[in-house]
């Protein structure tokens, strides 16, 4: 059996699996008209918002379609790999995975269209994966993290087939996880500096609309009001999923979640998924470091370098909550307790290693009094992340995200498919 049929019938049964399929015929036409004309009104929205976005293809699809993708790129459109085939890789072994995305990029560089990254059909990837991504410097944004924003209602009525597709993905959980990229040393690295993993994040558009049967376009931008909400509450990053096959039913939700994103200060950054990824290799380079009574922070000029409770001299800009946000680079500060965190020697290396990627000075001392914030053991990101946010300690901190914006927004959408010969063909894993 096809993996497109498994996976359809796995997450699905039989009944349901069908209805879907000739849902999802009506979706596209015998020729690209229907789905260009998708595409340029996806474009339209975004760009009458200031925004772009990225879209993930895979590439036999691209192969059959490539005039029409380059003039979607010629729009400011990244492209990333979305598989050869429309196949879980995972399910493959190193070498087969390694000739799989060989074949992809070897598509994409004879349709002459640009890639910088990957996402995973079925949201499915491994090690092997990460490792072979690494190796050619690209980025995975196949990972996911799931946010509590459905109304308990919606997800009652349909919990067997939202459950059955969200157990596939195994999300993080977004009430212990932070959002927002990391960097994997991986085993084979190229001088890439390590394999940028950008989450996705769910419920996306596949599982409101054709899980929960959420089409109302109210209800789907509340819902992802309230994945804007949090990400920037927090800080963190929230990369919308849109497929552009569903972008009839969704376009009003996608108007209004892009205007609310550009009407909040500080700023929402809206980023491609290349520009996170490269962001996110710059930021791993930055330093802030405490010496004698200055904080010096080693950064780019677009960094976003933030102070709580400290004293200086230097003029600060009213920033987010209790921090304020500081241009210069280095300053002089004239607080009792020095703004940065001090470790208890017994905290683990993994711990100092996630409080440094924070864009905090850490102290592994055993002198407490030095520091207002003071770690006797580990705790789990989130926690550590409220323990310090709810202390007043005089803190200095590059922030996450530059030109001083609170949090970050990315949009995405998967194309498997162009016409119906495209779904049919993806059917048969072709
Ligand atoms: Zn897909």
């Given at each position: 059996?096809?993996?497109?049929?498994?996976?359809?019938?796995?997450?699905?049964?039989?009944?349901?699996?069908?209805?879907?399929?000739?849902?999802?015929?009506?979706?596209?036409?015998?020729?690209?008209?229907?789905?260009?004309?998708?595409?340029?009104?996806?474009?339209?929205?975004?760009?009458?918002?200031?925004?772009?976005?990225?879209?993930?293809?895979?590439?036999?699809?691209?192969?059959?379609?490539?005039?029409?993708?380059?003039?979607?790129?010629?729009?400011?459109?990244?492209?990333?790999?979305?598989?050869?085939?429309?196949?879980?890789?995972?399910?493959?072994?190193?070498?087969?995975?390694?000739?799989?995305?060989?074949?992809?990029?070897?598509?994409?560089?004879?349709?002459?269209?640009?890639?910088?990254?990957?996402?995973?059909?079925?949201?499915?990837?491994?090690?092997?994966?990460?490792?072979?991504?690494?190796?050619?410097?690209?980025?995975?944004?196949?990972?996911?993290?799931?946010?509590?924003?459905?109304?308990?209602?919606?997800?009652?009525?349909?919990?067997?087939?939202?459950?059955?597709?969200?157990?596939?993905?195994?999300?993080?959980?977004?009430?212990?996880?932070?959002?927002?990229?990391?960097?994997?040393?991986?085993?084979?690295?190229?001088?890439?500096?390590?394999?940028?993993?950008?989450?996705?994040?769910?419920p996306d558009d596949e599982l409101l609309i054709d899980r929960l049967n959420i089409?109302?376009?109210?209800?789907?931008?509340?819902?992802?009001?309230?994945?804007?909400?949090?990400?920037?509450?927090?800080?963190?990053?929230?990369?919308?999923?849109?497929?552009?096959?569903?972008?009839?039913?969704?376009?009003?939700?996608?108007?209004?979640?892009?205007?609310?994103?550009?009407?909040?200060?500080?700023?929402?950054?809206?980023?491609?998924?290349?520009?996170?990824?490269?962001?996110?290799?710059?930021?791993?380079?930055?330093?802030?470091?405490?010496?004698?009574?200055?904080?010096?922070?080693?950064?780019?000029?677009?960094?976003?370098?933030?102070?709580?409770?400290?004293?200086?001299?230097?003029?600060?800009?009213?920033?987010?909550?209790?921090?304020?946000?500081?241009?210069?680079?280095?300053?002089?500060?004239?607080?009792?307790?020095?703004?940065?965190?001090?470790?208890?020697?017994?905290?683990?290396?993994?711990?100092?290693?996630?409080?440094?990627?924070?864009?905090?000075?850490?102290?592994?001392?055993?002198?407490?009094?030095?520091?207002?914030?003071?770690?006797?053991?580990?705790?789990?990101?989130?926690?550590?992340?409220?323990?310090?946010?709810?202390?007043?300690?005089?803190?200095?901190?590059?922030?996450?995200?530059?030109?001083?914006?609170?949090?970050?927004?990315?949009?995405?959408?998967?194309?498997?498919?162009?016409?119906?010969?495209?779904?049919?063909?993806?059917?048969?894993?072709?």
């Open positions: 059996m096809s993996q497109a049929i498994k996976h359809a019938v796995v997450t699905r049964g039989i009944g349901n699996a069908f209805r879907r399929m000739n849902s999802i015929i009506g979706r596209y036409g015998l020729t690209e008209g229907k789905m260009k004309s998708k595409l340029h009104r996806y474009c339209t929205i975004l760009k009458r918002n200031n925004c772009t976005a990225t879209f993930s293809i895979t590439a036999v699809t691209l192969k059959r379609h490539c005039r029409l993708i380059r003039s979607i790129q010629g729009k400011g459109i990244e492209f990333a790999i979305h598989g050869n085939v429309h196949r879980d890789i995972s399910a493959l072994n190193r070498q087969g995975q390694e000739k799989h995305l060989n074949e992809a990029m070897n598509r994409f560089n004879a349709c002459n269209i640009n890639f910088y990254g990957f996402r995973g059909p079925y949201l499915r990837y491994n090690r092997d994966t990460e490792n072979i991504l690494s190796r050619h410097g690209l980025y995975n944004s196949t990972s996911t993290i799931l946010w509590n924003v459905v109304p308990k209602i919606d997800i009652e009525r349909n919990n067997e087939s939202y459950e059955k597709l969200v157990n596939l993905y195994k999300p993080l959980n977004s009430g212990k996880c932070l959002s927002v990229p990391t960097i994997k040393p991986t085993i084979k690295d190229n001088n890439s500096g390590g394999l940028v993993s950008i989450p996705v994040s769910l089409i109302d376009s109210d209800n789907i931008y509340r819902i992802w009001q309230g994945i804007l909400n949090k990400t920037y509450e927090r800080g963190e990053l929230f990369v919308l999923q849109l497929h552009p096959e569903r972008i009839e039913l969704c376009a009003g939700a996608l108007e209004q979640i892009l205007r609310e994103s550009a009407s909040k200060n500080p700023p929402v950054a809206t980023f491609k998924l290349k520009e996170i990824a490269d962001w996110w290799r710059d930021r791993h380079r930055f330093e802030i470091r405490i010496e004698g009574s200055h904080i010096n922070i080693d950064a780019s000029r677009n960094a976003t370098i933030i102070l709580r409770n400290v004293k200086t001299d230097v003029t600060l800009r009213e920033w987010f909550g209790a921090w304020e946000r500081s241009d210069a680079h280095r300053l002089a500060f004239n607080n009792r307790t020095f703004p940065a965190i001090g470790v208890s020697p017994g905290v683990s290396e993994d711990f100092i290693k996630f409080l440094r990627g924070e864009g905090f000075f850490i102290d592994e001392t055993a002198n407490r009094e030095k520091y207002g914030m003071y770690f006797e053991e580990d705790m789990d990101a989130v926690n550590a992340l409220k323990a310090i946010e709810s202390s007043t300690a005089p803190l200095a901190r590059i922030w996450r995200w530059p030109h001083g914006a609170r949090s970050a927004f990315c949009i995405s959408g998967d194309i498997d498919s162009i016409t119906i010969w495209d779904y049919i063909l993806r059917i048969f894993g072709r």
